[in-house]
């Protein structure tokens, strides 16, 4: 019996409930609406999902610490301000792009230093961030927005793969299999995991919880500024106001993908998940012409549903 | 002799694994401070806990005032007369001192507004009486660890007690507090109060105890007239048992020096505490609880600051740089709160095992899993832990089992010193046997063993060298089991505040 002490990994995959839950949504809506499985309709459900699963990843690094930053929506219009300031101001856009990354993640890294060193409650600090965040946005632009940007930038948002597949799709895939490998496969990861599960334990462990929690938030304002590069070259133009309100959509992907706001578990795959489930929702009600006030009741009935089926699995097993 | 106002009799609490409470009988008598004495983890508190209606999964008869009654909550035993001031104090800093002892009970007016008037006027009279001046408005966040003690008494004598269970009352408490609290107590026995009393400080008892009761391993042992005993006779009906449990003690060669911790210091916990621990050898820390030993040994591995000493492993000063220093240097800390500092509950067997060293479950490409089976099923079956699989989430195995996955997961590093801070508490006896099997081996390996025991009869069954703490200070040392006496241990563990 004591023989029999290996990890059995057969037919494992924690991800199964939400996507059969995906599916069939899929199969639901293409009977109802024959529209939906149509090219251009699918290209489009993934082109509406690259911003909110960027910020969804970032969010899911969080909430896996046990935390949560409802900052990302103001670190995308921060970041993304800058980013088309530097671009009209002449600034080669490669540059620019890392300089915008550079700033997400300070902003990201300053919520992270403030909750891993100064003990500060996640939910405060961030939602002070989200304050500050867009209102340096809205001073800086000047109640301006910065718009039309080189040609090259612009084919970020707007070229299409064998003129089909939007190339931020692509990104945002890689961006999903990079986060994958890292909660998976790195130290850091797994790290992650054991700060939600028990801080205190982890820490007695002789791992240095700190510097991996304000890790977590930096990946978060990363992620954020990723989401202002895409978004900003989509849109050819820099808004104050981009992503006013993005931060709950990514909190409720991560959460309809597995992740529990207490810690301890989420995933990569999870949260993509989470995230198409929530786009082809309202995509499948935009085709049926459910107005974008019911659209609202739905998702927020969708997200508590999800949580509970989670909920009363767990408590079963 | 006062009028017998309570009999408890046969009382049995089992716990998870644990039997608290082995057919108990304990009577209280009015006038009377009935002391229980007996040692950590000898049920005083249990048992108490049952009369106060805290712990109501007990069988046995509770006779009160000759009625037979069932303990069954808090509040219904204030009601009849039963209140209990804990050891820990449980007031609400953020509200009044006035407002704490109403809690649950505050004065209303018609209408069900609060009336502050009648309340502080009360909360006065019932300070005034227990002679203390603490101002009824004030936060008690505001107050001392004594205040806050006699607000607690204050607020148990609220209702008119008829028996007052004092759990560690003096453990906080100054001198000064302490004769003013022996003071209330005279007063309330001449009241008609039974009062029991609960302590570990011996001299206490030849003080104010009238009545006697010895609990030793959840049973009770004696019962009888404080006056006339000495201090040496408490120690012995304390300890005196006989040794039936078998410690597999393995002969010791110690080799040198392993860790050395020079005059460590820490504000108000420890006080100036040196010893060393050598290879091949298993050292036991001894106290009574609060004597500072968990804390020296969270000092030792970085979890908590301190602030002065020094702390050496084979010779090289471990920089005081948290614990991730402490592991790299080899020292391994096992907690004595294994489900919240040892554990991550939810997560697998496995996960738990190669949380220390990561580092050894990789390739180049990550971590990966077929290496991390193999070493932590390896580690895993070295200790024996009995489990469905790696995959199993370790918060659903048995207390032994879980200690087992804690020593594994410390296997996993390069320790050179391991310390086991309880590491038998709360487990079956089966599996304290593994686990001194287990300290052996290690002792066999040359690595410095240091346990920290509450239970004598281990300490003086397992230890290869003993230190006694009390009060943050080593107070005692013995460097050979031959001749260790319990009385000799307890008597350093005891020593006079």
Same mark, same amino acid.
């Given at each position: 019996?004591?023989?029999?002490?290996?990890?059995?990994?057969?037919?494992?995959?924690?991800?199964?409930?939400?996507?059969?839950?995906?599916?069939?949504?899929?199969?639901?809506?293409?009977?109802?609406?024959?529209?939906?499985?149509?090219?251009?309709?699918?290209?489009?459900?993934?082109?509406?999902?690259?911003?909110?699963?960027?910020?969804?990843?970032?969010?899911?690094?969080?909430?896996?610490?046990?935390?949560?930053?409802?900052?990302?929506?103001?670190?995308?219009?921060?970041?993304?301000?800058?980013?088309?300031?530097?671009?009209?101001?002449?600034?080669?856009?490669?540059?620019?792009?890392?300089?915008?990354?550079?700033?997400?993640?300070?902003?990201?890294?300053?919520?992270?230093?403030?909750?891993?060193?100064?003990?500060?409650?996640?939910?405060?600090?961030?939602?002070?961030?989200?304050?500050?965040? %867009?209102?340096?946005?809205?001073?800086?632009?000047?109640g301006k927005n910065n718009s039309?940007?080189? &040609?090259?930038?612009?084919?970020?948002?707007?070229?299409?793969?064998?003129?089909?597949?939007?190339?931020?799709?692509?990104?945002?895939?890689?961006?999903?299999?990079?986060?994958?490998?890292?909660?998976?496969?790195?130290?850091?990861?797994r790290y992650l995991y054991a700060?939600?599960?028990?801080?205190?334990?982890? @820490?007695?462990?002789?791992?240095?919880?700190?510097?991996?929690?304000?890790?977590?938030?930096?990946?978060?304002?990363?992620?954020?500024?990723?989401?202002?590069?895409?978004?900003?070259?989509?849109?050819?133009?820099?808004?104050?106001?981009?992503?006013?309100?993005?931060?709950?959509?990514?909190? &409720?992907?991560?959460?309809?993908?597995?992740?529990?706001?207490?810690?301890?578990?989420?995933?990569?795959?999870?949260?993509?998940?989470?995230?198409?489930?929530?786009?082809?929702?309202?995509?499948?009600?935009?085709?049926?012409?459910?107005?974008?006030?019911?659209?609202?009741?739905?998702?927020?009935?969708?997200?508590?549903?999800?949580?509970?089926?989670?909920?009363?699995?767990?408590?079963?097993? | 002799?006062?009028?017998?106002?309570?009999?408890?009799?046969?009382?049995?609490?089992?716990?998870?694994?644990?039997?608290?409470?082995?057919?108990?009988?304990?009577?209280?008598?009015?006038?009377?401070?009935?002391?229980?004495?007996?040692?950590?983890?000898?049920?005083?508190?249990?048992?108490?806990?049952?009369?106060?209606?805290?712990?109501?999964?007990?069988?046995?008869?509770? @006779?009160?005032?000759?009625?037979?009654?069932?303990?069954?909550?808090?509040?219904?035993?204030?009601?009849?007369?039963?209140?209990?001031?804990?050891?820990?104090?449980?007031?609400?800093?953020?509200?009044?001192?006035?407002?704490?002892?109403?809690?649950?009970?505050?004065?209303?007016?018609?209408?069900?507004?609060?009336?502050?008037?009648?309340?502080?006027?009360?909360?006065?009279?019932?300070?005034?009486?227990?002679?203390?001046?603490?101002?009824?408005?004030?936060?008690?966040?505001?107050?001392?660890?004594?205040?806050?003690?006699?607000?607690?008494?204050?607020?148990?004598?609220?209702?008119?007690?008829?028996?007052?269970?004092?759990?560690?009352?003096?453990?906080?408490?100054?001198?000064?507090?302490?004769?003013?609290?022996?003071?209330?107590?005279?007063?309330? #026995?001449?009241?008609?109060?039974?009062?029991?009393?609960?302590?570990?400080?011996?001299?206490?008892?030849?003080?104010?105890?009238?009545?006697?009761?010895?609990?030793?391993?959840?049973?009770?042992?004696?019962?009888?007239?404080? #006056?006339?005993?000495?201090?040496?006779?408490?120690?012995?009906?304390?300890?005196? @048992?006989?040794?039936?449990?078998?410690?597999?003690?393995?002969?010791?060669?110690?080799?040198?020096?392993?860790?050395?911790?020079?005059?460590?210091? %820490?504000?108000?916990?420890?006080?100036?505490?040196?010893?060393?621990? %050598?290879?091949?050898?298993?050292?036991?820390?001894?106290?009574?609880?609060? &004597?500072?030993?968990?804390?020296?040994?969270?000092?030792?591995?970085?979890?908590?600051?301190?602030?002065?000493?020094?702390?050496?492993?084979?010779?090289?000063?471990?920089?005081?740089?948290?614990?991730?220093?402490?592991?790299?240097?080899?020292?391994?800390?096992?907690?004595?709160?294994?489900?919240?500092?040892?554990?991550?509950?939810?997560?697998?067997?496995?996960?738990?095992?190669?949380?220390?060293?990561?580092?050894?479950?990789?390739?180049?490409?990550?971590?990966? &899993?077929?290496?991390?089976?193999?070493?932590?099923?390896?580690?895993?079956?070295?200790?024996?832990?009995?489990?469905?699989?790696?995959?199993?989430?370790?918060?659903?195995?048995?207390?032994?089992?879980?200690?087992?996955?804690?020593?594994? #997961?410390?296997?996993?590093?390069?320790?050179?010193?391991?310390?086991?801070?309880?590491?038998?508490?709360?487990?079956?006896?089966?599996?304290?046997?593994?686990?001194? #099997?287990?300290?052996?081996?290690?002792?066999?390996?040359?690595?410095?063993?240091?346990?920290?025991?509450?239970?004598?009869?281990?300490?003086?069954?397992?230890?290869?060298?003993?230190?006694?703490?009390?009060?943050?200070?080593?107070?005692?040392?013995?460097?050979?089991?031959?001749g260790l006496t319990e009385e000799?241990?307890?008597?350093?563990?005891?020593?006079?505040?």
């Amino acid at each position: 019996m004591k023989d029999k002490l290996k990890t059995s990994r057969a037919l494992h995959f924690d991800q199964l409930p939400i996507l059969l839950a995906l599916a069939a949504l899929c199969v639901v809506m293409s009977v109802l609406s024959g529209d939906f499985l149509s090219q251009y309709n699918v290209v489009n459900i993934l082109q509406q999902t690259t911003i909110n699963a960027t910020l969804a990843i970032g969010m899911t690094f969080v909430i896996i610490t046990g935390g949560i930053d409802l900052s990302v929506g103001s670190i995308l219009a921060f970041s993304g301000i800058f980013l088309g300031m530097m671009l009209k101001g002449g600034v080669p856009a490669p540059l620019a792009i890392v300089l915008c990354l550079l700033i997400g993640c300070a902003c990201g890294l300053l919520n992270g230093a403030l909750v891993a060193y100064a003990k500060l409650p996640p939910f405060i600090v961030t939602l002070g961030m989200l304050s500050i965040a %867009r209102g340096l946005a809205l001073i800086i632009a000047g109640g301006k927005n910065n718009s039309t940007f080189s &040609a090259g930038f612009r084919a970020l948002g707007t070229y299409r793969i064998g003129g089909v597949l939007p190339i931020q799709v692509v990104f945002v895939i890689i961006l999903y299999l990079a986060a994958h490998y890292v909660l998976r496969f790195r130290k850091a990861g797994r790290y992650l995991y054991a700060i939600g599960g028990n801080e205190e334990a982890t @820490r007695l462990s002789g791992v240095n919880v700190r510097r991996y929690v304000a890790a977590a938030y930096a990946a978060c304002g990363l992620a954020a500024a990723f989401a202002s590069v895409i978004l900003t070259a989509k849109l050819n133009s820099a808004q104050p106001s981009a992503g006013d309100g993005f931060e709950l959509n990514a909190v &409720a992907a991560a959460v309809i993908g597995g992740a529990s706001l207490s810690g301890g578990c989420g995933s990569a795959s999870g949260t993509l998940l989470g995230a198409l489930i929530m786009s082809v929702l309202a995509n499948g009600l935009t085709l049926l012409n459910v107005s974008s006030y019911a659209q609202q009741v739905v998702i927020g009935a969708v997200i508590i549903l999800a949580v509970l089926l989670d909920v009363v699995r767990k408590r079963k097993s | 002799m006062g009028e017998r106002i309570l009999e408890m009799e046969n009382i049995t609490v089992q716990f998870p694994g644990v039997l608290a409470l082995d057919g108990v009988h304990f009577e209280a008598y009015r006038g009377e401070v009935n002391v229980l004495l007996g040692e950590n983890g000898a049920g005083k508190s249990t048992i108490m806990k049952v009369l106060a209606g805290v712990n109501t999964g007990y069988t046995g008869t509770v @006779r009160y005032k000759g009625e037979e009654i069932v303990c069954k909550s808090i509040h219904e035993q204030m009601g009849r007369g039963i209140s209990i001031i804990f050891q820990e104090t449980n007031l609400l800093g953020n509200l009044t001192v006035a407002e704490n002892i109403f809690l649950g009970a505050y004065c209303t007016r018609k209408g069900g507004g609060v009336d502050w008037k009648r309340m502080n006027a009360g909360a006065r009279r019932l300070l005034d009486s227990i002679g203390s001046d603490i101002p009824e408005r004030a936060p008690v966040s505001s107050l001392s660890v004594g205040q806050a003690q006699m607000v607690e008494i204050a607020k148990a004598l609220r209702t008119q007690a008829d028996i007052l269970i004092m759990d560690e009352p003096t453990s906080a408490l100054t001198e000064k507090e302490v004769e003013g609290l022996f003071h209330i107590i005279a007063q309330l #026995k001449a009241a008609g109060v039974a009062i029991v009393y609960i302590t570990h400080r011996l001299k206490e008892i030849l003080e104010i105890g009238d009545r006697l009761t010895v609990l030793r391993d959840g049973k009770s042992i004696k019962s009888l007239p404080v #006056k006339g005993l000495t201090v040496d006779d408490m120690v012995e009906l304390m300890v005196g @048992r006989d040794v039936s449990e078998q410690f597999p003690r393995i002969p010791c060669t110690p080799g040198g020096a392993v860790l050395e911790v020079r005059g460590l210091t %820490r504000a108000g916990v420890l006080h100036e505490v040196s010893f060393e621990a %050598r290879a091949g050898e298993i050292v036991c820390f001894y106290g009574l609880m609060g &004597a500072g030993r968990t804390e020296l040994m969270r000092a030792i591995f970085g979890a908590d600051k301190y602030d002065g000493g020094q702390v050496l492993v084979d010779g090289k000063p471990v920089p005081a740089r948290g614990c991730r220093a402490a592991k790299d240097a080899g020292i391994a800390l096992l907690t004595e709160d294994r489900k919240r500092q040892g554990l991550i509950l939810g997560d697998a067997v496995g996960r738990n095992i190669a949380l220390t060293n990561l580092g050894g479950v990789m390739n180049r490409f990550g971590l990966s &899993a077929k290496k991390e089976a193999a070493v932590c099923g390896a580690l895993a079956q070295s200790v024996r832990v009995k489990t469905p699989s790696l995959r199993q989430p370790v918060g659903l195995l048995s207390g032994g089992n879980q200690q087992k996955v804690v020593i594994a #997961k410390w296997l996993n590093t390069a320790s050179r010193v391991v310390i086991f801070d309880e590491p038998t508490r709360g487990i079956d006896v089966g599996a304290k046997v593994e686990i001194y #099997k287990i300290m052996n081996e290690l002792k066999r390996q040359g690595k410095a063993v240091v346990m920290v025991s509450s239970e004598l009869v281990e300490a003086i069954g397992m230890c290869d060298r003993m230190y006694v703490m009390h009060d943050g200070r080593i107070t005692a040392q013995f460097d050979s089991p031959e001749g260790l006496t319990e009385e000799a241990i307890m008597k350093a563990a005891v020593a006079t505040a």
